[in-house]
């Protein structure tokens, strides 16, 4: 065994979140909130029923053809606690997985060991949304454990088996199919940053990538104008992603549209906002490890201002870039009614207290955006060069904008794939992340657990 105290602290990790399973089991005794759902279907299907379909169900079987591979390994039940641990099984490989995407963004070598993960993979793998979402039969935390086990081998060049992982994972979530794609592109990018012509060959076309923190606006469009003399060397690795997506589009064309099920209260809405709360949400979360670069929180503002308003040039871009925000959340502003009716999520109290104070609420956070986005630019862009910092953000876009509902759920892998690149977090910053992460999910399933409120129901995420 690793002398690594990662070790150690994965074993605290897996004790304290069975832990809080059984706490859970004890105190939800009966299927909550999305599980009324979820749980029959498994049930039918545990049961060798694969023809009956709840029609309100508008994620593919996945989930339970998961629950139904552990009865018959493990000879569990599917009763609600067992089919609960499906998803806190998924939570255990969590730290495990990410540790290999975050040794590959420190380009350090893994443990030697698949089952002794560091430190900032436990502490990583403790975020709120996902610890809450591992006690309750969801498809979240399968979801990004296969998403990110996608990430994790297209980057060790393994692109069949990449391939087929990412297949998988859109059988949790469709619009996983947008991360198997971005699988394929940080690996590729990697593989141009880093290969080497044989001794006597002729040198390789480059791709313009320069390193991040350095690059202007002309840098990536000669990036965009070097694209087409690389895609020789990129195409092979293709294949199988193709034949992923090819899939995919099958599945598309045979169900009429993404959405399975109940397609009425799915409907894709452009939602631009949807991504100023995502940097939003990703700073408030992630502020430790965000203000823990060169030079801390003082640093970081001097450079974002910078960014912002350091030239002429750069405060009309943040002019322009501040106008077309306040236009589109002028017109893109969406109120769902589940999250103007629903008092038993954080986000009703968000959008209540802060976004419907006053009119102008969400035009005065625009700067704040704005801030945020250049901050995340910044700390990413440490050991990354450009386009390997704009990739995230390009993929977010199709899993975002066309969600009319504000769901901290949808921000759980954009925000897990925006940490993991951070490549430098010092281990006070990884600590201080663990106890803000820690305090969180105290308080939250605390409350879900037992204050319970009579004609409400329970608090969650």
Excluded at 169 to 177: A, D, E, G, L
Excluded at 389 to 404: A, E, M
Aim: charged share 10%; glycine share 6%.
């Amino acid at each position: 065994m690793s002398s690594d105290p990662g070790a150690t602290y994965y074993a605290a990790f897996c004790a304290l979140a069975i832990m809080t399973l059984k706490a859970v089991n004890e105190e939800v005794i009966e299927p909550y909130m999305d599980e009324p759902f979820h749980v029959p279907q498994a049930q039918a299907y545990c049961k060798g029923d694969y023809l009956t379909w709840d029609p309100k169900i508008t994620t593919p079987p996945g989930l339970y053809a998961l629950s139904v591979f552990m009865k018959r390994v493990f000879m569990v039940k599917c009763n609600l606690p067992l089919l609960r641990f499906t998803p806190t099984l998924s939570l255990l490989v969590l730290p495990l997985v990410l540790t290999r995407l975050l040794c590959f963004h420190r380009r350090e070598r893994p443990p030697h060991s698949w089952f002794v993960p560091t430190t900032e993979g436990v502490i990583l793998s403790s975020f709120p949304i996902a610890w809450f979402f591992a006690f309750l039969y969801y498809t979240e935390l399968p979801s990004l454990v296969f998403v990110l086990a996608t990430v994790v081998v297209a980057t060790q060049g393994k692109h069949w088996l990449a391939a087929l992982l990412g297949v998988m994972s859109c059988t949790f979530r469709q619009n996983n199919i947008v991360w198997v794609l971005y699988a394929y592109a940080a690996s590729q990018l990697m593989y141009l940053r880093t290969r080497r012509a044989p001794p006597g060959a002729r040198a390789a076309a480059k791709l313009h990538d320069p390193p991040a923190l350095a690059a202007s606006p002309m840098d990536l469009t000669r990036s965009i104008m070097s694209f087409p003399q690389i895609l020789p060397d990129i195409l092979l690795s293709f294949i199988s992603y193709a034949l992923a997506l090819a899939a995919f589009g099958s599945f598309v064309v045979w169900n009429g549209g993404i959405v399975l099920g109940d397609k009425s209260n799915h409907v894709p809405a452009l939602h631009v906002p949807q991504l100023y709360y995502f940097v939003g949400f990703a700073t408030i979360l992630g502020w430790p490890v965000l203000v823990s670069g060169e030079g801390g929180v003082k640093k970081l503002a001097q450079d974002v201002w910078a960014r912002m308003f350091g030239s002429r040039r750069n405060t009309v871009m943040t002019t322009l870039v501040s106008v077309v925000m306040t236009i589109t959340v002028h017109k893109f502003t969406i109120h769902h009614p589940f999250l103007l009716s629903d008092n038993r999520h954080y986000t009703f109290y968000i959008w209540r207290r802060i976004f419907m104070v006053h009119p102008i609420v969400p035009y005065l956070l625009i700067p704040g955006y704005i801030s945020c986005a250049w901050a995340w630019y910044l700390r990413t862009g440490q050991d990354q060069t450009l386009l390997q910092n704009l990739i995230l953000p390009v993929f977010v876009l199709p899993t975002l904008i066309p969600t009319p509902l504000l769901e901290p759920r949808y921000f759980l892998i954009p925000y897990i794939l925006l940490r993991a690149q951070v490549a430098d977090a010092p281990l006070w910053a990884v600590i201080v992340e663990g106890f803000w992460y820690g305090a969180i999910n105290g308080a939250t399933m605390y409350v879900f657990l037992y204050k319970t409120r009579p004609g409400v129901g329970r608090f969650m995420w």
